[in-house]
């Protein structure tokens, strides 16, 4: 056996330190490399082809409600930029500028895009004229820059890679009935494909999008009892179409202003793939998003016969995306690459398996061993990753419920946030007063107000005044 | 019959005005709109669904190869784009500069990647060293920018996406063959999925990449008789790996530098599809690119049972790209939107082509109109199609073909490109000061030297003195 290259160095345990274990977890695992430009990070093999898998199936859930695939300029004149007022408020402190090009000063300086509205009113304002334009249903998938002081892998980088649907309509009730429809294919993907159970809701006043109406949110819950912010939908009402002059005329041959929406979602969202389902072992993917499924790891590979059967088998297994690990490393180190790397199932076979006809699936979540005969394993795998697939999405729920707490006041509302961290569901008079106080006592901020509301008392959590909403409250990433 | 909201309005010929006729379908096509960012382009739906088709044959061909993907950050800091003497001197004049960020002046400023051979080296210095660590084959789909001073849609943006493999070898027979494989992969996949034949051969010193020992090229020609170069190829030797350091350890423990390759193709490409196969009725895909493969066109679509069996034979050719257009223009008008949008072939279906159980195929490259039995529709769209395919790939050869010259003296070369535009066959001594000469007096440069080599004279067609190559010359977008 060569002499292996690299260990497979142990990681930071999750209950030690969840922060430390997360960039563990990232560095390991070969999602991410740090770049020499302060806060940018280098999507690896492993962290792109995730990306990839999201895109592709995310696309599609896009383009099955009509959304068309564009690509804009990635740079915003100023003047554009401060065209709506809430909007370049949000935004330009945290813009990054282009002053020169082709070697001399420009007369108006550029930001790189920190996200687009501005970009697609200016188009919209261009294409659309009549009743008969609408509804314009654009999404682009690119990167954007937002200069953040503190940067995490995934979680906040100064570049980060996204895709944002801008769309028009004639009508404010279309426009807000594409606002939920999109938070909706934001939850079901998650869901489905991610196996994280999401709360959808609305945000608050304060913590809404720059120049929206309306923000409404998917908040995810983390292993360490945070909460993750992982996709927005916004209504922006007529507000940007006022400042753009993007006007149609009606049926009637009257010129009304279009309705607007947009909704995104990041690279942000691979953070909470890891955080969600990961354990002391490293990444653990669930199988519809896992660029790997299956890794074939043969043992005694130099025995004759071995080999070969291998990749037999991942040939009969080609309808799932399987490799075979036939490098000169010991079973030992290729099983620690496959869980560090979170493929959800490894299968060994070694020359006592080929002799009673059979190879050992082992599972990455539970580290269940099935026994299974070569003559079924494609059928047992295709199970097995579909069992794993719900398993995940299961104990993600259940650790989601037992994490999510009520409080009727601000001493268990403290008491909560000091002793078990994770969701707290609380009233709320909706007064941004009360807001900052909790987040100024306890760190946690307003997650959203849940499309399912209960009623959990009268009164406002923080001032005892009558409530008007039941919130989700949390320390957030 | 409701009014028609926009005419498809006439297009300059291609005979009277070829730059303008280009402009005119680019825009009426909505392949492109302009922004009100100089040089920057929107890509509509139309143009980008070519450009996604482009990226997800092109990108399964790389990772046939065993090339993976990953994503660089879009800033790169002076100091490391200076650490290659030449390629900094080939871009720093066209670069924008970031110099802002988060509200203060940076430290030092960052531009925009015009291309990340830079990045690529920094992180290959970080991540490569052992021979076990080699090739690194990856490979990124991105936008990059360069100051152009005039632009032109497709052909010359300031802002353009393409993709740039990068990859890191152990020899300089590994990087070579690598150069030449992806040089081989672009040409294979414009002659089979955008029917466009390829020359194929290296530039001259002149003409090569900044920093590269040797580039390659595909060269394609026009309807105009002007070359397009499609894509490149570079083998950087082991240049980049001495400025920055790039080292692995062989398998006797020495330290070795890696040699290296990039190698990239735009959406340029698809300025090279709408003019080598486009006609005075607009665009003309195919269809093996198409976004859309067929147009369903009902006849009298308002007669009982017209647009059901549209949408019934809509589901019966499913195995294809395939729409109805069931708006309320008149036929007339749908045809010639399906024509300017270039849609492969359009199926007319009116009340007495269902009496008879038929309906009409009309190709769109030949306008050939073909009576088909409803019964036998789903497989003779399929044979015209792939027929269109293989007819659009013969006549593009035969254009190029019939419009490659050879010349043996400057007399001869200039009466060539004054009368008849096209690829000039030429020997060549080598030595720039011909190339430019040639330049000078005749606006053709050297398109590259092909690796068909054919021995047309002894003598250089400029100087007379001996010749060591044969060059293909043209005037170039």
Known sequence: MAQDKKLVEAITSMEED??????DVVKKAELIEYSSIRGCMILRPLGYAIWENIQKQLDADFKATGV????????????????????????????????????????????VRPTSETLFCDFYSKIIQS???????????????????????FLRSMEFLWQEGHTAHATAEEAEERTIQMLNVYADFCERVLAIPMIKGRKSEKEKFAGAHATYTIEALMHDG??????????????????????YTDKNNTLQYVHQTSWGMSTRIIGAIIMVHGDDSGLVLPPRIAPTQ?????????????????????????????????????PG????????????????????????????????????????????????AG???????????????????????SATNMDEFTKIIEEKPGFIKA?????????????????????????????????????GKPATTMAYWGKAY
Chains 1, 2 share one sequence.
């Not at 794993?388 to 994490?403: C, G, K, T």
Request: charged residues 30%; contains cysteine.
């Open 294 to 330: 299956i890794m074939i790891i043969p043992i005694n590979q130099n025995k004759e016969g071995v080999l070969d059967k291998a990749f037999e088998l991942r040939d009969k297994l080609s309808a799932f995306k399987v490799k075979v690990d036939a490098s000169e490393k010991s």
């Open 333 to 380: 180190w290729k099983f620690s690459e496959q869980e560090m790397r979170g493929i959800p199932i490894r299968i060994e076979i070694g020359p006592k398996d080929i002799e009673a006809n059979q190879a050992v699936i082992v599972r990455r979540d539970t580290r269940e061993k099935i026994v299974v005969s070569l003559d079924q394993i494609v059928e047992k």
């Open 68 to 111: 068309e695939n564009v690509y804009m300029p990635m740079f915003i004149p100023e003047s554009l930029l401060q065209k709506e007022k809430d909007h370049v408020e949000g935004f330009a402190p945290e813009v990054a500028w282009v002053t020169h090009g082709g070697g001399e000063a420009l007369q108006e300086r550029m930001c």
């Open 427 to 463: 009233m709320w008079c909706q007064d941004e007063a009360c807001e900052k106080e909790i987040k100024d006592r306890t760190g946690a901020t307003s997650r959203c107000m849940p499309f399912e509301q209960e009623h959990i008392a009268d009164t406002c959590v923080c001032c």
């Open 18 to 23: 969840f922060a430390q274990w997360y960039t």
């Open 383 to 405: 199970e097995v990753l579909e069992t794993m697939q719900q398993d995940m999405l299961n104990r993600a729920r259940a650790h989601r419920d037992s994490h999510t707490y």
């Open 226 to 247: 945070k909460a993750l912010q992982s996709g927005t939908s916004h209504n922006f009402g007529d507000g940007f179409a006022r400042a753009f002059g993007i006007q």
């Open 131 to 153: 009743h008969r334009d609408l509804p314009k249903l654009y999404n682009q998938w690119c990167s954007v820059v937002r200069w953040e002081k503190t940067t995490r892998p």
